[in-house]
């Protein structure tokens, strides 16, 4: 017990902010309306999710936070109710079904400890080494039985949707039919609900579909991880201020939503950056911070360019130079002619861009205008066009699909000209932060 004279004991100042993965569901913020649909619309109804999302947004923290037994309970439901599976797709390589079953089986049979008849149907079945739906079924009914049912959450399925070595297209087509079939017909379904991860909408990976076959993903609630709303951010930083007496965050809350786009893991990087800075004083600048805000995420913003499409490609680098007034030559100002009408033409593509938080759509009555969610992935699509081994133009296909104009071909040829005339002395990263840039010091001073 202390005593007055007793010295206080040193508070380790731990970084309230998380780096490196999912975080434990203690750190989860937010995501209720996608909460509400895994507790309230799948689950109970025994249905099926697909939650997509680009990397960081937070999928795989999603399924740990629903995999969590203090949280059935939170949400008021028995977790002894269920067994639950949770497993990363990518875990399993190469994929293949024998494979996926096999993992899930093991997993179930740890899970089902105290059942001695699942014990030795699941047994049995890996001792055979073979998983036909009506065995898988059979499980399910074992399950059932119990009174209990069986939730696989199914991290990173992309995995189970493109081939390998080990994993032909008819073989990828026979599993996915299968697991429908499970998870969509027969009595035994009332004791089965799956919810799955993917960087893409199902429907874009996958086997071809064959003439005269349901679609294998047509039985999925399709959700959209989308990124973090302002408010959202900002309710997230004041609990932290509060919980860890660090009222300056807030200053920094629209800046660090300029530079994440409302991504998760950016949002945890570029606040675990700023609270290092605070507490061990060892960036300075905002020139310091944004080097390192986008060396330690790069793998996200290169990760969002080769995920993309070559048309969203396209888009993408359009947009960017559309954006590009006076930040290339000061002394000169480049513009498009009717960026927004050329843009209207591919609603598609932006949509899935917006989608995958890549891009966002402005308020504005008259036009469709859209600007680059993250105003680092900007710059980042910049120096992908800067760093070009020629002096880089829009190749014929591009200009095709974007049914430019002569004049605007003309025009784009100057902008992308000026970009490789100036791209040694065109602005550093720093020049991008924006907001942050105005809060940098404020967000300090008098915290020393």
Known sequence: MNTENDPIPHQPQINPFYVGGAVSPDKFVSRRSYINAAFLDVIPNRTCMAIQGSNGMGKSSLLRYISSPEIWTKEGFDPSEVLIIFLNCFQIQPFTAIGFWETVLNSLKKEAKDRVVLQSAIAQILLQGTYSVNELRFLLAEIGKSNKF???????????????????????????????????????????????????????????????????????????????????????????????????????????????????????????????????????????????????NRQYFSGAWNQSTDDEKSLLKFIALSRLEGRVNRKRQYTLDEVDIILSQKDRELRQLEERGILRRCDDDEKQVYEFASSIMEWWVVKELENSQNEPELADRELLFLNLSSKQIKQTKTIMKQVWQYKDTAQSVAGWVGKLGGTFFKGFLGNA
């Open 150 to 296: 069986l939730l696989l959450l199914l991290d990173d399925f992309d995995a189970a949707l493109y081939e390998n070595i080990s994993y032909t297209e008819d073989e990828m087509r026979s599993f996915l039919s299968q697991f429908r079939t499970l998870a969509n017909d027969g009595q035994e379904k009332e004791y089965l609900s799956v919810i799955v991860t993917c960087l893409k909408r199902l429907s874009d990976m996958g086997p071809n579909l064959k003439s005269g076959t349901s679609p294998w993903h047509n039985h999925y609630l399709q959700r959209y991880l989308k990124s973090l709303k302002n408010q959202e951010v900002l309710q997230w930083f004041q609990e932290l201020s509060e919980k860890h007496s660090i009222q300056w965050i807030l200053n920094f809350q629209a800046g660090i939503q300029e530079v994440s786009g409302g991504n998760p893991a950016l949002v945890q990087n570029a606040g675990s950056i700023l609270y290092r800075a605070w507490r061990d004083r060892d960036i300075e600048t905002v020139l310091d911070f944004a080097i390192e805000f986008e060396r330690a």
